[in-house]
Protein backbone atom coordinates (compact mmCIF):
# COMPACT_ATOMS: atom_id res chain seq x y z
CA UNK A 1 0.00 0.00 0.00
CA UNK A 2 1.47 3.63 -1.08
CA UNK A 3 2.08 6.31 1.12
CA UNK A 4 -0.58 8.36 -0.76
CA UNK A 5 -3.33 5.53 0.29
CA UNK A 6 -1.95 5.38 3.92
CA UNK A 7 -2.82 9.47 4.46
CA UNK A 8 -6.58 9.63 3.27
CA UNK A 9 -7.61 11.79 6.23
CA UNK A 10 -10.07 11.53 8.70
CA UNK A 11 -13.49 12.48 6.93
CA UNK A 12 -12.78 9.38 4.32
CA UNK A 13 -13.43 6.25 6.58
CA UNK A 14 -16.84 5.53 5.07
CA UNK A 15 -15.23 5.49 1.40
CA UNK A 16 -12.34 3.27 2.82
CA UNK A 17 -15.10 1.16 4.07
CA UNK A 18 -17.06 0.39 1.08
CA UNK A 19 -14.14 0.76 -1.36
CA UNK A 20 -11.78 -1.65 0.49
CA UNK A 21 -13.93 -3.36 2.74
CA UNK A 22 -16.80 -3.54 0.77
CA UNK A 23 -19.08 -2.86 3.75
CA UNK A 24 -21.76 0.03 3.11
CA UNK A 25 -22.30 0.79 7.16
CA UNK A 26 -20.21 0.53 9.91
CA UNK A 27 -22.06 -1.71 12.73
CA UNK A 28 -22.80 -0.29 16.00
CA UNK A 29 -19.73 1.52 17.44
CA UNK A 30 -17.14 1.15 14.65
CA UNK A 31 -17.18 4.51 13.59
CA UNK A 32 -16.60 6.49 16.77
CA UNK A 33 -14.11 3.82 17.71
CA UNK A 34 -11.80 4.57 14.60
CA UNK A 35 -12.36 7.92 14.27
CA UNK A 36 -11.73 8.58 17.96
CA UNK A 37 -8.25 6.91 17.34
CA UNK A 38 -7.69 8.37 14.03
CA UNK A 39 -7.55 11.54 15.36
CA UNK A 40 -5.30 11.00 18.11
CA UNK A 41 -7.38 10.42 21.00
CA UNK A 42 -7.40 6.50 23.31
CA UNK A 43 -10.39 4.51 23.02
CA UNK A 44 -11.85 1.50 24.78
CA UNK A 45 -14.36 -0.55 22.65
CA UNK A 46 -16.70 -3.27 24.20
CA UNK A 47 -17.87 -4.70 20.75
CA UNK A 48 -20.39 -8.02 21.63
CA UNK A 49 -19.02 -11.53 19.47
CA UNK A 50 -19.58 -10.80 15.86
CA UNK A 51 -19.45 -6.78 16.39
CA UNK A 52 -16.75 -6.23 14.04
CA UNK A 53 -13.32 -5.25 16.55
CA UNK A 54 -10.92 -6.48 13.92
CA UNK A 55 -11.49 -3.29 11.55
CA UNK A 56 -11.29 -1.12 14.58
CA UNK A 57 -7.52 -1.46 13.93
CA UNK A 58 -7.53 -2.61 10.47
CA UNK A 59 -9.30 0.67 9.40
CA UNK A 60 -6.91 3.17 11.14
CA UNK A 61 -3.49 1.31 9.58
CA UNK A 62 -4.56 2.17 6.11
CA UNK A 63 -5.30 5.69 7.08
CA UNK A 64 -2.23 6.72 9.70
CA UNK A 65 1.09 6.75 8.92
CA UNK A 66 3.56 4.18 10.70
CA UNK A 67 2.94 1.00 11.84
CA UNK A 68 -0.20 -0.33 13.82
CA UNK A 69 0.96 -2.96 16.83
CA UNK A 70 -1.80 -5.10 17.61
CA UNK A 71 -1.07 -6.57 21.04
CA UNK A 72 -2.69 -10.23 20.98
CA UNK A 73 -3.21 -13.14 23.40
CA UNK A 74 -3.62 -15.94 20.58
CA UNK A 75 -0.97 -17.59 17.97
CA UNK A 76 -3.92 -18.55 16.01
CA UNK A 77 -5.79 -15.75 16.86
CA UNK A 78 -2.36 -13.90 15.69
CA UNK A 79 -2.29 -15.79 11.95
CA UNK A 80 -5.93 -15.05 11.63
CA UNK A 81 -6.03 -11.78 11.63
CA UNK A 82 -2.33 -11.54 9.58
CA UNK A 83 -4.70 -13.56 7.03
CA UNK A 84 -7.54 -11.15 6.68
CA UNK A 85 -5.51 -7.85 6.90
CA UNK A 86 -3.64 -9.39 3.73
CA UNK A 87 -6.92 -9.59 2.42
CA UNK A 88 -7.49 -6.12 2.32
CA UNK A 89 -4.18 -4.78 1.06
CA UNK A 90 -2.51 -4.26 3.97
CA UNK A 91 1.34 -5.35 4.68
CA UNK A 92 0.89 -7.03 7.90
CA UNK A 93 3.59 -10.02 10.11
CA UNK A 94 3.04 -11.35 13.03
CA UNK A 95 5.88 -12.95 16.01
CA UNK A 96 5.30 -15.72 17.42
CA UNK A 97 6.99 -18.42 20.03
CA UNK A 98 6.37 -20.89 17.07
CA UNK A 99 8.67 -18.86 14.31
CA UNK A 100 12.05 -20.27 13.47
CA UNK A 101 15.10 -17.52 14.13
CA UNK A 102 14.94 -17.00 9.86
CA UNK A 103 11.49 -16.06 10.18
CA UNK A 104 11.46 -13.64 13.62
CA UNK A 105 14.47 -11.41 12.23
CA UNK A 106 12.78 -11.11 8.66
CA UNK A 107 9.67 -10.06 10.77
CA UNK A 108 12.21 -7.34 12.74
CA UNK A 109 14.16 -6.10 9.34
CA UNK A 110 10.88 -5.36 7.96
CA UNK A 111 9.42 -3.82 11.30
CA UNK A 112 12.55 -1.07 11.13
CA UNK A 113 12.41 -0.40 7.94
CA UNK A 114 9.12 0.86 8.05
CA UNK A 115 7.41 -2.12 5.88
CA UNK A 116 5.12 -3.11 7.89
CA UNK A 117 1.31 -1.36 8.18
CA UNK A 118 0.49 -4.04 10.90
CA UNK A 119 2.70 -6.17 13.17
CA UNK A 120 0.73 -8.90 15.67
CA UNK A 121 2.88 -9.78 18.82
CA UNK A 122 1.99 -11.48 22.43
CA UNK A 123 2.10 -9.44 25.89
CA UNK A 124 5.39 -11.72 26.72
CA UNK A 125 7.11 -10.72 23.20
CA UNK A 126 5.95 -6.90 24.16
CA UNK A 127 7.89 -7.13 27.48
CA UNK A 128 10.74 -8.31 26.22
CA UNK A 129 14.02 -5.40 26.21
CA UNK A 130 14.95 -6.31 22.90
CA UNK A 131 11.84 -5.56 21.09
CA UNK A 132 11.35 -2.33 23.13
CA UNK A 133 14.37 -1.35 21.47
CA UNK A 134 13.45 -2.24 18.19
CA UNK A 135 10.20 -0.10 19.11
CA UNK A 136 12.01 2.89 20.01
CA UNK A 137 13.32 3.24 15.99
CA UNK A 138 10.05 2.96 14.70
CA UNK A 139 6.74 4.84 14.25
CA UNK A 140 4.28 3.38 16.26
CA UNK A 141 0.75 4.99 14.91
CA UNK A 142 -1.68 3.01 16.98
CA UNK A 143 -0.94 0.43 19.95
CA UNK A 144 -4.17 -1.54 19.87
CA UNK A 145 -4.89 -3.66 22.94
CA UNK A 146 -6.98 -7.55 21.37
CA UNK A 147 -8.75 -9.18 23.99
CA UNK A 148 -8.07 -6.49 26.40
CA UNK A 149 -9.96 -8.23 29.24
CA UNK A 150 -7.31 -10.71 29.99
CA UNK A 151 -5.14 -7.58 31.24
CA UNK A 152 -7.85 -7.52 34.26
CA UNK A 153 -7.19 -9.78 37.49
CA UNK A 154 -11.17 -9.61 36.95
CA UNK A 155 -11.42 -11.00 33.85
CA UNK A 156 -12.64 -14.54 32.98
CA UNK A 157 -8.43 -14.93 30.56
CA UNK A 158 -6.26 -13.23 32.54
CA UNK A 159 -3.03 -12.54 31.23
CA UNK A 160 -0.47 -11.00 33.65
CA UNK A 161 2.02 -9.78 30.84
CA UNK A 162 -1.05 -7.77 29.57
CA UNK A 163 -0.63 -5.74 33.03
CA UNK A 164 2.81 -4.59 31.62
CA UNK A 165 1.41 -3.57 28.32
CA UNK A 166 1.91 0.40 29.44
CA UNK A 167 5.54 0.19 29.90
CA UNK A 168 5.96 0.73 26.35
CA UNK A 169 3.70 3.93 26.12
CA UNK A 170 6.19 6.24 25.63
CA UNK A 171 7.64 4.24 22.81
CA UNK A 172 4.08 4.93 21.28
CA UNK A 173 3.50 8.01 18.82
CA UNK A 174 -0.08 7.57 18.45
CA UNK A 175 -2.81 6.54 20.61
CA UNK A 176 -3.82 3.03 22.34
CA UNK A 177 -7.13 1.30 21.19
CA UNK A 178 -8.44 -1.66 23.44
CA UNK A 179 -11.30 -3.71 22.35
CA UNK A 180 -13.24 -6.96 23.78
CA UNK A 181 -15.99 -8.56 23.31
CA UNK A 182 -16.71 -9.35 27.06
CA UNK A 183 -16.16 -6.96 30.00
CA UNK A 184 -17.91 -6.35 33.18
CA UNK A 185 -18.17 -2.50 34.22
CA UNK A 186 -15.20 -3.63 37.16
CA UNK A 187 -13.24 -5.01 34.18
CA UNK A 188 -13.70 -1.57 31.93
CA UNK A 189 -12.44 0.30 34.50
CA UNK A 190 -9.45 -1.40 34.98
CA UNK A 191 -8.46 -1.60 31.39
CA UNK A 192 -8.26 1.71 31.86
CA UNK A 193 -6.44 1.87 35.00
CA UNK A 194 -4.01 -0.21 34.01
CA UNK A 195 -3.04 0.67 30.46
CA UNK A 196 -3.27 4.28 32.07
CA UNK A 197 -5.75 5.70 28.47
CA UNK A 198 -6.02 9.14 28.71
CA UNK A 199 -9.82 10.39 28.59
CA UNK A 200 -10.54 7.64 26.60
CA UNK A 201 -13.57 6.86 24.44
CA UNK A 202 -15.32 4.53 25.17
CA UNK A 203 -17.63 2.55 23.06
CA UNK A 204 -20.10 0.08 24.75
CA UNK A 205 -22.73 -1.39 22.89
CA UNK A 206 -25.47 -3.60 23.43
CA UNK A 207 -24.85 -7.13 24.66
CA UNK A 208 -28.54 -8.28 23.41
CA UNK A 209 -28.81 -10.61 20.63
CA UNK A 210 -32.40 -10.72 19.94
CA UNK A 211 -32.33 -13.23 17.40
CA UNK A 212 -30.28 -15.89 19.45
CA UNK A 213 -32.65 -18.29 21.72
CA UNK A 214 -31.51 -19.06 24.84
CA UNK A 215 -32.36 -22.56 26.63
CA UNK A 216 -30.55 -24.35 29.04
CA UNK A 217 -31.68 -28.24 29.42
CA UNK A 218 -30.68 -30.22 32.74
CA UNK A 219 -29.54 -33.49 31.41
CA UNK A 220 -26.94 -35.75 32.63
CA UNK A 221 -24.05 -37.07 31.44
CA UNK A 222 -24.10 -40.29 29.59
CA UNK A 223 -26.82 -41.88 26.71
CA UNK A 224 -29.61 -39.15 27.54
CA UNK A 225 -27.57 -36.13 26.91
CA UNK A 226 -25.95 -37.57 23.84
CA UNK A 227 -29.58 -37.90 22.67
CA UNK A 228 -30.11 -34.54 23.37
CA UNK A 229 -27.18 -33.34 21.48
CA UNK A 230 -28.65 -35.99 18.20
CA UNK A 231 -31.88 -34.09 18.56
CA UNK A 232 -30.98 -30.45 18.45
CA UNK A 233 -28.75 -31.80 15.50
CA UNK A 234 -31.35 -33.33 14.11
CA UNK A 235 -33.65 -30.46 14.35
CA UNK A 236 -31.37 -27.87 13.28
CA UNK A 237 -30.75 -29.45 9.93
CA UNK A 238 -34.47 -30.45 9.21
CA UNK A 239 -34.71 -26.24 9.39
CA UNK A 240 -32.09 -25.75 6.97
CA UNK A 241 -30.88 -23.14 9.49
CA UNK A 242 -27.33 -23.28 8.69
CA UNK A 243 -23.71 -24.77 10.17
CA UNK A 244 -23.55 -25.94 13.94
CA UNK A 245 -21.23 -26.29 16.44
CA UNK A 246 -21.27 -28.55 19.79
CA UNK A 247 -18.60 -27.76 22.24
CA UNK A 248 -17.25 -30.05 24.78
CA UNK A 249 -15.16 -29.54 27.79
CA UNK A 250 -12.40 -31.81 27.00
CA UNK A 251 -10.47 -33.62 24.24
CA UNK A 252 -11.81 -37.15 25.29
CA UNK A 253 -15.59 -36.22 25.26
CA UNK A 254 -14.69 -34.06 21.91
CA UNK A 255 -13.32 -37.26 19.96
CA UNK A 256 -16.19 -39.75 21.54
CA UNK A 257 -19.16 -37.07 20.76
CA UNK A 258 -18.17 -37.19 17.04
CA UNK A 259 -17.56 -40.51 16.65
CA UNK A 260 -21.18 -40.91 18.19
CA UNK A 261 -22.68 -38.73 15.87
CA UNK A 262 -21.06 -40.29 12.86
CA UNK A 263 -22.51 -43.50 13.67
CA UNK A 264 -26.05 -41.99 13.77
CA UNK A 265 -25.29 -40.16 10.44
CA UNK A 266 -24.43 -36.76 11.51
CA UNK A 267 -21.05 -35.92 10.09
CA UNK A 268 -19.16 -33.57 11.82
CA UNK A 269 -15.39 -32.49 12.62
CA UNK A 270 -13.41 -32.31 15.66
CA UNK A 271 -11.20 -29.63 16.67
CA UNK A 272 -9.25 -29.27 19.78
CA UNK A 273 -5.87 -28.49 21.18
CA UNK A 274 -4.29 -31.66 20.91
CA UNK A 275 -4.50 -32.05 16.97
CA UNK A 276 -1.69 -30.31 14.72
CA UNK A 277 -2.12 -26.83 13.91
CA UNK A 278 -2.17 -28.37 10.25
CA UNK A 279 -5.01 -30.41 11.17
CA UNK A 280 -6.41 -27.31 13.07
CA UNK A 281 -6.11 -25.25 10.43
CA UNK A 282 -7.81 -27.82 7.76
CA UNK A 283 -10.89 -28.19 9.82
CA UNK A 284 -11.03 -24.30 10.17
CA UNK A 285 -10.88 -24.13 6.09
CA UNK A 286 -13.42 -26.58 5.84
CA UNK A 287 -15.88 -25.20 8.27
CA UNK A 288 -15.18 -21.39 7.11
CA UNK A 289 -15.73 -22.78 3.31
CA UNK A 290 -18.97 -24.42 3.80
CA UNK A 291 -17.28 -28.16 3.17
CA UNK A 292 -18.34 -29.05 6.68
CA UNK A 293 -21.12 -27.60 8.59
CA UNK A 294 -20.96 -28.92 12.21
CA UNK A 295 -17.88 -29.29 13.92
CA UNK A 296 -17.32 -30.96 17.71
CA UNK A 297 -14.82 -28.73 19.48
CA UNK A 298 -13.68 -27.42 22.52
CA UNK A 299 -13.38 -24.00 23.58
CA UNK A 300 -10.11 -23.86 21.01
CA UNK A 301 -12.48 -23.55 18.12
CA UNK A 302 -13.39 -20.14 17.44
CA UNK A 303 -11.50 -17.07 17.87
CA UNK A 304 -11.23 -15.35 14.38
CA UNK A 305 -13.68 -17.64 12.80
CA UNK A 306 -15.99 -15.34 11.38
CA UNK A 307 -19.07 -17.74 9.54
CA UNK A 308 -22.30 -16.00 9.55
CA UNK A 309 -24.47 -18.83 8.90
CA UNK A 310 -23.86 -20.43 12.21
CA UNK A 311 -27.67 -21.15 13.44
CA UNK A 312 -27.02 -23.73 16.38
CA UNK A 313 -24.41 -23.52 19.31
CA UNK A 314 -24.94 -26.61 21.33
CA UNK A 315 -22.83 -26.62 24.78
CA UNK A 316 -22.36 -30.36 25.83
CA UNK A 317 -21.03 -28.82 29.45
CA UNK A 318 -21.60 -25.46 30.89
CA UNK A 319 -18.30 -23.40 30.22
CA UNK A 320 -16.64 -21.98 33.75
CA UNK A 321 -17.61 -18.22 33.57
CA UNK A 322 -20.45 -16.59 31.79
CA UNK A 323 -18.23 -14.48 29.83
CA UNK A 324 -16.99 -17.60 28.30
CA UNK A 325 -20.14 -18.52 27.68
CA UNK A 326 -21.68 -15.85 26.07
CA UNK A 327 -18.28 -14.96 23.58
CA UNK A 328 -18.91 -19.13 22.74
CA UNK A 329 -22.68 -19.12 22.58
CA UNK A 330 -22.63 -15.54 20.50
CA UNK A 331 -20.90 -17.25 17.64
CA UNK A 332 -24.35 -18.48 16.43
CA UNK A 333 -26.35 -16.05 14.15
CA UNK A 334 -24.22 -13.21 13.14
CA UNK A 335 -25.93 -13.25 10.31
CA UNK A 336 -28.95 -11.90 12.30
CA UNK A 337 -30.99 -14.69 11.77
CA UNK A 338 -32.68 -16.73 14.29
CA UNK A 339 -30.61 -18.59 16.30
CA UNK A 340 -30.29 -20.98 19.19
CA UNK A 341 -27.98 -21.51 22.04
CA UNK A 342 -28.39 -24.56 24.15
CA UNK A 343 -26.94 -25.41 26.77
CA UNK A 344 -26.65 -29.30 28.48
CA UNK A 345 -26.23 -28.94 32.16
CA UNK A 346 -25.89 -31.46 35.25
CA UNK A 347 -25.43 -31.58 38.34
CA UNK A 348 -22.02 -33.31 38.03
CA UNK A 349 -20.79 -31.15 35.09
CA UNK A 350 -19.20 -28.26 37.79
CA UNK A 351 -15.93 -30.88 38.42
CA UNK A 352 -14.50 -30.35 34.87
CA UNK A 353 -14.99 -26.08 34.89
CA UNK A 354 -13.40 -26.66 38.99
CA UNK A 355 -10.45 -28.52 37.75
CA UNK A 356 -9.45 -25.73 34.61
CA UNK A 357 -9.53 -23.26 37.50
CA UNK A 358 -6.87 -25.09 39.36
CA UNK A 359 -4.40 -26.01 36.47
CA UNK A 360 -4.69 -22.17 35.68
CA UNK A 361 -4.90 -21.05 38.99
CA UNK A 362 -2.55 -23.37 41.02
CA UNK A 363 -3.38 -22.63 44.69
CA UNK A 364 -0.20 -20.46 46.23
CA UNK A 365 1.30 -22.88 48.32
CA UNK A 366 1.71 -25.44 45.44
CA UNK A 367 3.45 -21.84 43.38
CA UNK A 368 4.93 -21.39 46.73
CA UNK A 369 6.76 -24.17 46.75
CA UNK A 370 8.37 -24.77 43.26
CA UNK A 371 9.87 -21.51 43.85
CA UNK A 372 11.48 -22.91 46.85
CA UNK A 373 13.00 -26.43 44.60
CA UNK A 374 13.87 -23.34 41.81
CA UNK A 375 15.52 -21.25 44.23
CA UNK A 376 17.74 -24.38 45.96
CA UNK A 377 18.59 -25.28 42.11
CA UNK A 378 19.45 -21.90 42.01
CA UNK A 379 21.79 -21.25 44.91
CA UNK A 380 23.30 -24.70 44.21
CA UNK A 381 23.76 -24.68 40.43
CA UNK A 382 23.38 -20.99 39.30
CA UNK A 383 20.64 -18.93 37.85
CA UNK A 384 20.49 -20.65 34.35
CA UNK A 385 18.04 -23.38 33.75
CA UNK A 386 18.82 -25.86 30.60
CA UNK A 387 16.55 -27.65 28.59
CA UNK A 388 17.39 -31.13 29.86
CA UNK A 389 16.94 -30.20 33.65
CA UNK A 390 13.39 -28.93 32.52
CA UNK A 391 11.79 -32.38 32.61
CA UNK A 392 12.30 -32.41 36.05
CA UNK A 393 9.36 -29.63 36.79
CA UNK A 394 7.19 -31.39 34.06
CA UNK A 395 4.27 -31.87 36.35
CA UNK A 396 4.93 -28.42 37.87
CA UNK A 397 4.14 -26.53 34.52
CA UNK A 398 0.90 -24.48 35.74
CA UNK A 399 3.51 -22.84 38.53
CA UNK A 400 6.03 -22.43 36.31
CA UNK A 401 3.62 -20.66 33.78
CA UNK A 402 2.22 -18.47 37.28
CA UNK A 403 6.26 -18.04 38.51
CA UNK A 404 7.32 -16.46 34.94
CA UNK A 405 4.29 -14.47 35.15
CA UNK A 406 4.99 -13.04 38.24
CA UNK A 407 9.08 -12.25 37.25
CA UNK A 408 10.42 -15.15 39.37
CA UNK A 409 11.38 -16.91 35.88
CA UNK A 410 12.54 -15.05 32.96
CA UNK A 411 13.08 -17.60 30.03
CA UNK A 412 12.74 -17.51 26.40
CA UNK A 413 10.78 -18.68 23.29
CA UNK A 414 11.68 -22.64 24.21
CA UNK A 415 10.29 -22.04 27.27
CA UNK A 416 7.48 -20.32 26.71
CA UNK A 417 6.20 -23.15 23.61
CA UNK A 418 7.39 -26.13 26.87
CA UNK A 419 5.37 -24.28 29.55
CA UNK A 420 2.33 -24.08 27.15
CA UNK A 421 2.89 -27.10 25.20
CA UNK A 422 3.40 -26.08 21.86
CA UNK A 423 6.79 -27.78 21.69
CA UNK A 424 6.90 -30.76 23.88
CA UNK A 425 10.23 -32.03 22.41
CA UNK A 426 13.75 -29.83 22.47
CA UNK A 427 16.49 -29.73 19.72
CA UNK A 428 19.90 -30.72 20.99
CA UNK A 429 21.12 -26.97 20.87
CA UNK A 430 17.34 -26.11 23.31
CA UNK A 431 18.40 -29.07 25.68
CA UNK A 432 21.73 -28.24 26.44
CA UNK A 433 21.28 -24.25 26.42
CA UNK A 434 19.54 -22.61 28.83
CA UNK A 435 16.34 -22.10 28.39
CA UNK A 436 15.09 -19.67 31.43
CA UNK A 437 16.89 -17.68 34.18
CA UNK A 438 16.28 -17.87 37.72
CA UNK A 439 15.90 -14.39 38.85
CA UNK A 440 15.83 -15.00 42.77
CA UNK A 441 12.74 -12.65 43.02
CA UNK A 442 10.13 -13.74 45.47
CA UNK A 443 6.85 -13.90 43.98
CA UNK A 444 3.90 -11.39 44.92
CA UNK A 445 1.17 -14.38 44.83
CA UNK A 446 -1.42 -11.84 45.70
CA UNK A 447 -2.37 -11.48 42.05
CA UNK A 448 -2.84 -15.55 41.70
CA UNK A 449 -5.02 -15.50 45.00
CA UNK A 450 -7.31 -12.35 43.96
CA UNK A 451 -7.28 -14.30 40.20
CA UNK A 452 -8.25 -17.66 41.59
CA UNK A 453 -10.73 -16.82 43.97
CA UNK A 454 -12.42 -14.42 40.91
CA UNK A 455 -12.68 -17.38 38.61
CA UNK A 456 -14.68 -19.34 41.55
CA UNK A 457 -16.77 -16.50 42.10
CA UNK A 458 -17.40 -16.32 37.99
CA UNK A 459 -18.19 -20.19 38.29
CA UNK A 460 -20.64 -19.30 40.68
CA UNK A 461 -22.19 -16.65 38.69
CA UNK A 462 -22.18 -19.48 35.81
CA UNK A 463 -24.20 -22.26 38.19
CA UNK A 464 -27.14 -18.97 38.80
CA UNK A 465 -27.46 -18.10 35.57
CA UNK A 466 -27.99 -22.32 34.62
CA UNK A 467 -30.45 -22.45 38.16
CA UNK A 468 -32.02 -19.15 37.35
CA UNK A 469 -35.93 -19.44 37.22
CA UNK A 470 -36.05 -15.89 35.77
CA UNK A 471 -35.68 -14.63 32.36
CA UNK A 472 -31.94 -15.71 31.32
CA UNK A 473 -31.42 -13.39 28.85
CA UNK A 474 -32.02 -10.72 31.55
CA UNK A 475 -29.74 -12.68 33.81
CA UNK A 476 -26.63 -12.73 31.39
CA UNK A 477 -27.33 -9.20 30.63
CA UNK A 478 -27.65 -7.90 34.38
CA UNK A 479 -23.92 -9.81 34.58
CA UNK A 480 -22.18 -8.32 32.13
CA UNK A 481 -23.43 -4.69 33.11
CA UNK A 482 -26.86 -3.90 30.89
CA UNK A 483 -30.06 -3.40 32.65
CA UNK A 484 -33.16 -4.65 30.08
CA UNK A 485 -36.06 -2.69 30.42
CA UNK A 486 -38.19 -5.53 30.71
CA UNK A 487 -39.04 -8.25 32.86
CA UNK A 488 -39.38 -11.15 29.94
CA UNK A 489 -37.77 -11.47 27.12
CA UNK A 490 -40.11 -13.74 25.02
CA UNK A 491 -36.69 -15.42 23.45
CA UNK A 492 -35.67 -18.00 26.15
CA UNK A 493 -36.53 -20.82 27.68
CA UNK A 494 -38.21 -19.90 30.66
CA UNK A 495 -39.93 -16.78 29.07
CA UNK A 496 -41.37 -18.89 25.86
CA UNK A 497 -42.86 -21.01 28.65
CA UNK A 498 -41.17 -24.39 27.88
CA UNK A 499 -41.44 -25.71 31.32
CA UNK A 500 -38.15 -27.05 31.35
CA UNK A 501 -36.75 -27.87 35.04
CA UNK A 502 -34.04 -25.77 36.11
CA UNK A 503 -30.35 -27.33 35.79
CA UNK A 504 -28.44 -27.77 39.17
Known amino acids: MGESDQKTGHGDVRRILQTRFGFSAFRPGQE ?7 QGG ?7 TGGGKTLCFQLPAMTLAGTVVVVSP ?8 VGRALAVG ?12 GEQASVLAAFEAGDLDM ?13 RRRMAGVKISLLAVDEAHCISEWGHDFRPPFREIAKVRPLVAGPVLAVTATATPAVRDDIVKVLALRDPIRVVTSFDRPNIHWAVDATPHGPQRVRSVVRALRGHQRRGAGAAIVYAPTRSQVVSLRRVLASVGLG ?12 RKSVQERFLSRTANVVVATNAFGMGIDRGDVGLVVHYGFPGSLESYYQEAGRAGRDGQPSRAISLVGRRDWAVPRGFIDRSFPSPRTVLRVWRRLETVRRAQGPRLRGRFVG ?28 EGEGAHLDGEEEEGALAILTGREPDLSILRAARTDAHRRLQAARRYTSTRGCRRKALLGYLGEVPQWSRCGGCDRCAGSGAAPAQ
Open 268 to 279: AEAYHAGMTPEE
Open 32 to 38: RLIRGVI
Open 74 to 81: LISLMKDQ
Open 119 to 131: LFVSPERLATEGF
Open 392 to 419: RFEADAPSLRWLSRLGAVRGNDAWTRRL
Open 90 to 101: LRARCMTAMDGQ
Open 42 to 48: DALGVLP
